[in-house]
């Protein structure tokens, strides 16, 4: 299986610039896609392809990386924002990160 | 607007089964593939299954983890999907969701059902 390591949380004031990192285990070149779950929720998709922004997402949210690194921007950050970000990639199979929660001071 | 139910969750008692199901509507089923991914209370998510449509001959595959006690299956005339799960134990307990994909990201989702294993 193709692993990916999130960091688990993050805490972040409104306003900011945040970066939400996830490390595969082997290449899956750009076939890394991220997720945003608010609680109670289901997930939605946010950046599909490493880089791509999901239609009616805003642009405050972009994703870069290739390979092994990935990166989820948010920027700037709002208290909407508050949420857990998945990574999943879809080179091996389908798997997700852990997810990183992201709190707001 | 896409729409996504799942249905059929509950309580079940270990060693049971459990057939869910998926309805969907506003997007064109019959060009996407079908999945079932589910979260454990307080936990991450986990791909169960996958079923593609007409143009792929409606493959099926599934995680190695389930494989044996899962069944994935769709009906393009309802717009719908389907799993069948058996031998059901604890760990199983999960909220089920039915994402629809283009083969590699989950598009649409929708608010799942809960699955729980106890007796």
């Known amino acids: 299986d193709t692993v990916l390591t999130q960091s688990p949380a993050l805490a972040v004031s409104p306003g900011e610039r945040v970066t939400i990192s996830c490390r595969a285990s082997?290449?899956?070149?750009?076939?890394m896609h991220w997720y945003q779950q608010k609680p109670g929720q289901q997930p939605t998709l946010l950046i599909y392809l490493a880089s791509n922004l999901e239609s009616g997402v805003p642009a405050r949210f972009s994703g870069s990386g290739s390979g092994t690194d990935f990166t989820l921007t948010i920027d700037p950050v709002e208290a909407d924002d508050t949420a857990t970000y998945y990574c999943?990639?879809?080179?091996?199979?389908?798997?997700f990160g852990a997810g990183t929660k992201l709190e707001l001071k | 607007e896409v729409q996504i139910l799942e249905t059929g969750g509950g309580l079940v008692k270990p060693g049971g089964s459990l057939r869910l199901s998926c309805a969907t509507s506003g997007f064109n089923f019959n060009d996407y593939f079908m999945n079932w991914v589910r979260q454990a209370p307080g936990k991450g998510l986990e791909w169960v299954a996958q079923?593609?449509?007409?143009?792929?001959?409606?493959?099926?595959y599934y995680a190695e983890s389930l494989e044996g006690r899962v069944t994935i299956s769709r009906d393009d005339s309802k717009s719908s999907v389907y799993l069948q799960v058996s031998s059901l134990r604890a760990e199983d307990t999960a909220i089920y969701y039915c994402?629809?994909?283009?083969?590699?990201?989950?598009?649409?989702w929708g608010q799942g059902t809960l699955v729980t294993v106890s007796s």
């Open positions: 994402p629809a994909s283009t083969g590699h990201w989950f598009a649409y």
């Open positions: 999943q990639q879809s080179w091996n199979d389908y798997t």
């Open positions: 082997e290449s899956v070149s750009t076939l």
């Open positions: 079923i593609r449509n007409k143009n792929y001959n409606y493959a099926t």
